[in-house]
């Protein structure tokens, strides 16, 4: 959990200003790009793989295996491994508390809906 820590917080002032700048639509629509752009192109889904290939794209490239690791189990909800379009989004939205309202339920998930 404390890696998980680390990464959050690069995301925690980032994402809420994303969110102002470019509404939660296109936030979503962000974070579908980001989604793309690490997933395994075959299976649609972000695999340690691909993760560890694709996060030099990003800048993430000091992103160490067991990091890697971290973020994927701790993204995966349906237990498969990798990461599906919808639990890189949820996992995007935990990681920045900033989104999160006060009863820790998160304002844009009414807005997931669109996708
Ligand atoms: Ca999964």
Sequence with gaps: MEMMVDIAVDFEDYFPSMVQRMGAEGFIMEL???????????????????????????????MRDDEIACMLSEGDLDGDGALSQLEFCILMF???PGLMDDNGSN???GEYDVI
């Excluded at 579908?32 to 997933?39: A, I, K, P, S, T």
């Excluded at 075959?42 to 000091?62: A, C, H, M, P």
């Design 32 to 62: 579908c790009d980001g989604f793309r752009l690490l997933m395994d192109v075959e299976r649609g889904l972000i695999t340690f793989e691909s993760l560890k290939k694709n996060s030099v794209v990003l800048g993430l490239s000091d």
């Design 94 to 96: 935990r990681l920045s």
């Design 107 to 109: 304002q844009l998930v």
